[in-house]
């Protein structure tokens, strides 16, 4: 059961994030969508997340689905900063304004519609996510799964947890990691290589796509594929 202005909250910001696809983030897609409506929806003691992800899990097989982690700001540039009355308010880095802002860091592990965790310094970023991907397997039952992430959640504890998993990753890497021993950076000469290797003891097809470097733990996947995925 779900009350008319929780419905309209969600289908509201569910239409702007298809209409407004690109360098868009929580606070500035919609004007119609108020996201401290919609964090209120959220915190509700409705089980929402879970009754999403158990309404798409028959169908993982046949839609090809995968899990994409990341991380993203609530902006709240008229709050004021509290460390002991609000730790999860805090000055933060936004990669889309370059500049520090004031807001909430949000670790997401999304599935069309997913499931998120507050970062308020009292528990990594990484460990969020290790706490995401075991919802995901041991809550909601997912077995073969495509998870995508940028460089900063690369970190061996992850790609080993997916790996023990059983489940496939494309990660972006930074250019000072080391395959083979050596950095990244020093393999491939030119922007469009790829070969095997070991990253940490583990092994590795690994793509250079102009600057970027990529990573993947299914060995079949062509050059074309890891850069599609």
């Known amino acids: 059961y779900m009350i008319e202005s929780t419905k309209h909250a969600i289908v509201q910001y569910i239409t702007s994030i298809l ?8 606070s500035t897609m919609s004007k119609s969508v108020s996201h401290d409506q919609l964090t209120r929806v ?26 994409v982690l990341d991380d993203t700001i609530i902006e709240k540039p008229h709050s004021q ?15 889309k304004d370059s500049k520090v802002i004031k807001g909430i860091q949000v670790v997401c592990l999304l599935l069309v519609v997913g499931s998120l965790r507050i970062y308020d310094t009292t528990q990594s970023k990484m460990v969020l996510a290790l706490d995401l991907f075991s919802f995901a397997r041991n809550q909601m039952g997912l077995r073969r799964m ?20 059983g489940w ?8 000072n990691r080391k395959v083979n021993g050596a950095p990244v950076k020093n393999l491939f000469p030119t922007p ?17 796509n102009r600057k970027h470097y990529l990573v993947t733990n299914r060995l079949t996947l062509s050059r074309k594929e890891v850069v599609q995925w």
């Open 19 to 26: 209409r407004n696809q690109g360098k868009r983030n929580f």
């Open 42 to 67: 959220m915190s509700k003691d409705f089980p929402m997340q879970t009754l999403f992800w158990r309404f798409f899990a028959p169908f993982l097989p046949v839609m090809g689905a995968f899990l």
């Open 81 to 95: 900063v509290n460390v002991k009355s609000r730790p999860f308010l805090r000055w933060v880095f936004s990669h």
């Open 146 to 165: 495509m998870v995508l992430f940028d460089r900063w959640y690369s970190s061996k504890k992850i790609l080993k947890r997916l790996s023990d998993y």
């Open 168 to 175: 496939s990753y494309v990660a972006r890497i930074k250019r």
């Open 192 to 208: 469009y290589q790829n070969g095997g290797g070991v990253l940490q003891g583990m092994k590795i097809t690994l793509v250079r």
